[in-house]
């Protein structure tokens, strides 16, 4: 069982920044990524950013150059860094405990409990 823990997000004008952070404890079989998705009201959850054990990383199109997906190990934790916020990105976002198996992120059920971004114009 992995436990997944966000914190961070809240409110903030457009052209701000928030980071969230997203703690894993337990233990899962397998699995060596972790990455972020979001769900805005009425819309399908989108995968925003994603990385592996190793650190490569991997970006929704529409946040590229925006967001920044990291994580420290030793710490098991992971975070994303947001700047230059839009209202398009207010959501919630979830993190996740995947897989990556040649360069393509599988995710498991492991999920976050969420984390409300809300961006005003």
């Known amino acids: 069982q992995v436990q997944l823990v966000e914190s961070g997000g809240g409110w903030v004008q457009a052209g701000g920044s928030l980071r969230l952070s997203c703690a894993a404890s337990g233990r899962a079989c397998g699995g060596n990524a972790m990455g972020w998705c979001r769900q805005a009201p009425g819309k399908k959850r989108e995968w925003v950013a994603t990385?592996?054990?190793?650190?490569?990383?991997n970006y929704a199109d529409s946040v590229k150059g925006r967001f920044n997906i990291s994580r420290d190990n030793a710490k098991n934790t992971l975070y994303l860094q947001m700047d230059s916020l839009k209202p398009g990105d207010t959501a919630v976002y979830y993190c996740n405990w995947g897989r990556d198996i040649g360069g393509t992120y599988y995710p498991t059920d492991y999920w976050g409990q969420g984390a409300q971004v809300t961006v005003s114009s």
């Open positions: 990385i592996t054990s190793g650190g490569t990383t």
